[in-house]
């Protein structure tokens, strides 16, 4: 059905008064892996300020479990929902003993987080809130005792794989302290990507003495203790951040600067959290408004605006450039979101669509390819395919602008015929129509899979824009799944290059890359087999008609087989129903897929069960990974009782409404 018929069948338009930020509640998620942190931040912006209870191994991608009963201290950027680690910049601690600690407990229950403001005490007095705008992390501290104050300031931490990775991540750092309020300077880092950044420090008061502690191994960050004069017990610190320098960092700090009006700064982020929650009026039950609003917060925390006040930002090729409209949005984690988070920002922030793929455009112009998971302007080359290619398509066809559509084309075609990094061997995929496991051996079926999605994507635009001959190039090429299609299991099964099958074959063996390997993406054969978002109809017709293809699919949801094959990490599979996993975005279409067989009751009942176990507004109450708003864009689709099903041709597959009412303010009406 299409958007605008949904919208005339029952989403009404409206104004709305209501606080709603009271509803959203950033804790959600911060237990088990979730990976969510519960600190402040503006909608897409640079810096996230929040309290760390650590900044190692994989529980720690967001910096923080609310499982931990101990604190680190508080950096200024952040991840929400990622399964890998970085940033975790410029950590600072409060402290008035004569050294600082590692671990310093914290009163669980004072711990207090709502969208743009977050405070917390510490077990010894000292208490800390946190707010900002969109380049400043501001903090109010008020110390216990106001005869001891000093700050504890960590240029070398940051979120990394290992306790070790803290010794070299930094490659490079210049610190300097030009007067006794001011720290400023770059660093460079090196953990799931090579980034280089530049920051400002500012102090509300000068500091009387400052001590520089001893650095060991191969580490090049200053660690500094500051300490200021008794007597008051507060003390505000504000950190601006750029990609550029650090002359770019001080004029984001004015720009957005109040002054030390820590109250004002964090009213002005309420306002913003209310403006883009408040586009969505929900009526029902407080546990049903909490799931809404903090899932529509997840979904605004990211992409995240890296450009500096005057437009400038660092891209993939690490030189500073303009960008054309004044931004530079990255943090694109779009094997997760190209399936429902990227369809939703263009219902409901339409204003924001054409920034974003120019965005895209132009890290594509700095490397030759469009993005895969792009961090504050680099190629993580995280996951495989390549989705940006249905954002984009999405976009283009739906008629926005702020973009080139032509250049957009020219993006789309190259990125899916240069190889580059990670799965994108087009060379092997057009020799042998698949991925062959001996010549791509890892992940072979699942790139496929994916791959012929992004090319049945590119196929929508060539015809859009009169590129007949390429439309059909890609047409023919998202077939080529059906290679990989094997009649006697009935699933999708690894082939070599001579064209045997995967022997012996375990279809309930999880893979996952970066640990040992196999040929699928974080999963197994039995939930890659319904990766035809491009073709149901198909994979239908393969089955052996509708009644066998719900037989088969009813068995995904009642096999709970587990494979004594499975080995090394697999903490991306969660949420099981059978083997179906909502922790795990390549299973978020699946439920509806029982309304292209006709029985649309399965995919009602279905999403009603997913609802009721795996999205509860508690630290605990997500399945899995929220993967920078995916799993949250889920709920919201589901929620209304639609979902994008295909995300790049602009139609969706309708489920049941979960919700008494659901009210849609969209702009332009």
């Avoid at 018929?5 to 509640?25: E, R």
């Avoid at 009782?641 to 849609?664: K, R």
Wanted: charged share 20%.
């Amino acid at each position: 059905m299409n958007l605008k018929a949904l919208i005339a069948a029952g989403l009404l338009l409206a104004s709305c008064s209501t606080d709603v930020c009271k509803y959203a509640d950033p804790l959600v998620g911060t237990a088990d892996n979730g990976h969510t942190f519960p600190g402040a931040c503006v909608p897409f912006g640079m810096v996230q300020p929040s309290p760390d209870s650590g900044n190692c191994r994989w529980e720690y991608c967001s910096g923080f479990n609310i499982a931990d009963s101990t604190l680190i201290g508080f950096s200024q950027t952040h991840l929400n929902g990622t399964g890998c680690l970085d940033l975790g910049d410029v950590l600072i601690l409060p402290f008035s003993t004569d050294e600082p600690e590692h671990d310093n407990p914290y009163v669980k229950e004072s711990l207090f987080s709502t969208p743009g403001y977050c405070s917390v005490d510490f077990v010894n007095g000292i208490s800390v809130e946190m707010t900002a705008t969109e380049h400043v992390a501001h903090y109010n501290l008020k110390y216990a005792d106001p005869s001891s104050r000093k700050l504890y300031v960590d240029f070398q931490n940051g979120n990394v794989n290992s306790p070790g990775n803290l010794l070299f991540h930094v490659l490079e750092a210049s610190i300097e302290y030009p007067d006794a309020s001011t720290i400023c300077g770059r660093l460079v880092t090196k953990n799931w990507t090579q980034r280089e950044w530049y920051f400002v420090m500012k102090f509300s008061e000068p500091y009387l003495d400052k001590a520089q502690l001893e650095l060991t191994g191969k580490e090049k960050a200053d660690k500094v203790i500051l300490q200021f004069s008794p007597g008051a017990k507060n003390l505000s610190v504000k950190v601006a951040m750029s990609t550029v320098s650090v002359e770019g960092a001080l004029a984001s700090m004015q720009a957005e600067d109040r002054g030390w009006d820590f109250g004002g700064i964090r009213k002005q982020a309420h306002a913003k959290w209310h403006e883009l929650l408040s586009r969505v009026d929900v009526k029902g039950s407080e546990e049903q408004k909490k799931n809404v609003y903090t899932s529509l917060y997840h979904l605004y925390i990211q992409p995240n605006n890296i450009a500096d006040t005057d437009g400038r930002y660092r891209d993939a090729a690490h030189q500073v450039r303009t960008s054309g409209n004044g931004k530079f949005y990255s943090t694109f984690s779009l094997w997760d979101t190209y399936r429902a988070a990227n369809p939703l920002y263009t219902i409901l922030n339409p204003e924001m669509v054409g920034d974003f793929v120019q965005s895209m455009l132009e890290q594509f112009d700095a490397q030759g390819y469009l993005p895969i998971w792009a961090l504050w302007g680099t190629e993580t080359h995280c996951m495989i395919g390549n989705h940006a290619v249905p954002t984009v398509v999405d976009a283009c066809l739906k008629g926005f602008d702020g973009f080139d559509k032509e250049q957009a084309w020219q993006a789309v075609k190259t990125s899916l015929t240069t190889n580059h990094e990670r799965s994108s061997r087009f060379d092997v995929m057009d020799r042998y129509g698949y991925y062959p496991f001996d010549l791509v051996e890892k992940e072979s079926v699942s790139c496929t899979m994916e791959m012929c999605y992004d090319d049945y994507c590119a196929s929508l635009l060539a015809d859009a824009l009169g590129h007949t001959e390429d439309a059909e190039f890609f047409r023919s090429r998202s077939r080529n799944w059906e290679n990989l299609f094997d009649p006697e299991t009935q699933l999708v099964r690894g082939k070599d290059s001579n064209g045997n099958w995967r022997t012996p074959f375990d279809r309930f063996e999880l893979s996952h890359a970066s640990t040992h390997g196999g040929d699928y993406t974080e999963g197994n054969a039995w939930q890659y087999t319904w990766h035809v978002q491009q073709s149901p109809e198909r994979l239908i017709e393969l089955l052996g008609g509708p009644d066998s293809f719900e037989t088969k699919l009813d068995s995904l949801f009642f096999l709970d087989t587990v494979s004594e094959n499975n080995t090394g990490f697999n903490g991306d599979v969660t949420g099981l129903i059978g083997q179906y996993a909502h922790g795990n975005e390549p299973s978020h279409h699946v439920a509806y897929l029982y309304q292209f067989a006709g029985k649309p009751w399965k995919t009602e009942s279905l999403v009603r069960e997913v609802f009721d176990r795996f999205y509860r507004p508690l630290p605990d109450g997500l399945c899995g990974n929220d993967d920078c708003g995916q799993m949250s864009a889920w709920y919201l689709f589901s929620a209304m009782g639609f979902y994008p099903f295909d995300p790049a041709n602009g139609t969706y597959v309708l489920g049941a409404p979960q919700i008494e009412q659901m009210t849609l303010h969209l702009n332009g009406g």
